[in-house]
């Protein structure tokens, strides 16, 4: 992915214009694919699946993410519509990324450049239901 200043979180929380065409671009049948997608208009995401599906998970940094659509993604901060009340970033983090950065999932942690977030680590249902 490009450099700049991103939104990293559940894409449903920013996307709501755009949700119908991330659906054809990310799920194949009974499948959510992951990986990089580009928009019909060109904006660029990552996009991958958590481990467990739905719940409240931490990067190394200790910030959290919310997940409703159990994924996690980044797209740039400046490809998102602020202007649309439906649109909120809150429940993800703006991250600045200097140069080029990769993106990945491997064993449930979720990689965008320096972020990693273990969506497999000490996952405890009950304790998000709270």
Same mark, same amino acid.
């Given at each position: 992915? !490009?450099?700049?200043?991103?939104?990293?979180? %559940?894409?449903?929380?920013?996307?709501? %214009?755009?949700?119908?065409?991330?659906?054809?671009?990310?799920?194949?049948?009974?499948?959510?694919?992951?990986?990089?997608?580009?928009? !019909?208009? $060109?904006?660029? *995401?990552?996009?991958?699946?958590?481990?467990? $599906?739905?719940?409240?998970?931490?990067?190394?940094?200790?910030?959290?993410? $919310?997940?409703?659509? #159990?994924?996690?993604?980044?797209?740039?901060?400046?490809?998102?519509?602020?202007?649309?009340?439906?649109?909120?970033?809150?429940?993800?983090?703006?991250?600045? *990324?200097?140069? %080029? *950065?990769?993106?990945?999932?491997?064993?449930?942690?979720?990689?965008? #450049?320096?972020?990693?977030?273990?969506?497999?680590?000490?996952?405890?249902?009950?304790? %998000?239901?709270?």
């Amino acid at each position: 992915m !490009k450099p700049g200043i991103y939104y990293v979180g %559940d894409l449903c929380y920013v996307l709501h %214009d755009e949700w119908d065409e991330f659906c054809n671009l990310t799920i194949n049948g009974m499948s959510l694919l992951s990986g990089e997608f580009n928009l !019909k208009d $060109g904006r660029r *995401f990552a996009s991958y699946c958590t481990q467990y $599906g739905d719940g409240t998970y931490k990067d190394y940094q200790g910030r959290e993410y $919310g997940v409703d659509a #159990g994924l996690i993604g980044c797209i740039l901060l400046s490809d998102i519509d602020l202007s649309n009340d439906e649109n909120f970033i809150r429940c993800g983090n703006i991250v600045e *990324f200097s140069g %080029d *950065f990769n993106t990945s999932e491997s064993e449930g942690k979720i990689t965008f #450049g320096n972020v990693v977030i273990d969506t497999a680590a000490d996952y405890n249902e009950e304790e %998000d239901n709270e």
